[in-house]
């Protein structure tokens, strides 16, 4: 039976650990998918000690964009996490264009690809952060990001069937 849980919070809120035991305790054999794009050195070590420290009973994917390119059905699959997927639709990662895409066309790029990769029978665990829970930036690009996946979490939870906020590593069940 499909399942959607959002797992959303500020950083080091406690959110990915939360998500990676709510996945151990449904299922001997998780799915993590990770849709980081690896920038740097500093950022590739940070995916080896993530990697490491979940061990091998984890099946690791990494995606970039098109989640909905596995088939997992019957899996029970941690996506870590919806910001750094958003990131990737919206500076246009691995397309060649030098055109940064409007919101409202990454946005719908985002959600027409969120519900491709959920009409699978699975349980989906999808992390993301609370980043428009701060101040106003002054920056024009980070607000129109900030724009971009406060809309996209708000799709997410309004097809989630349980959302959880994390606050200093306590989980607080919003919906379900």
């Known amino acids: 039976m499909k ?17 990676e035991q709510l ?3 449904l299922s001997e054999h998780p799915v993590y998918m990770a849709t980081a794009h690896v920038w740097d050195n500093e950022f590739k070590e940070r995916v080896k000690r993530h990697q490491e420290r979940r061990g091998p009973q984890w099946t690791n994917i990494e995606e970039e964009k098109q989640l ?28 060649d264009s030098t055109q940064q895409p409007s919101v409202d066309q990454a946005l719908s790029e985002i959600k027409h690809e969120f519900d491709l990769f959920t009409d699978q029978d699975a349980t989906f665990i999808f992390v993301t952060n609370e980043i428009g829970s701060g101040g106003v930036s002054n920056n024009a690009v980070q607000r129109r990001f900030t724009d971009l996946e406060g809309w996209m979490n708000q799709y997410v939870a309004s097809k989630a069937d349980e959302v959880v906020l994390m606050v200093c590593g306590i989980p607080v069940k919003i919906k379900g």
């Open 3 to 19: 399942r959607i849980i959002l797992i959303t919070g500020g950083q080091r809120s406690g959110k990915s650990v939360y998500a």
């Open 68 to 95: 909905s390119l596995h088939h997992l059905t019957g899996r029970v699959i941690v996506i870590d996490c919806i910001t750094l997927w958003c990131t990737n639709f919206f500076f246009n990662i691995h397309v």
């Open 23 to 25: 996945a151990l305790s």
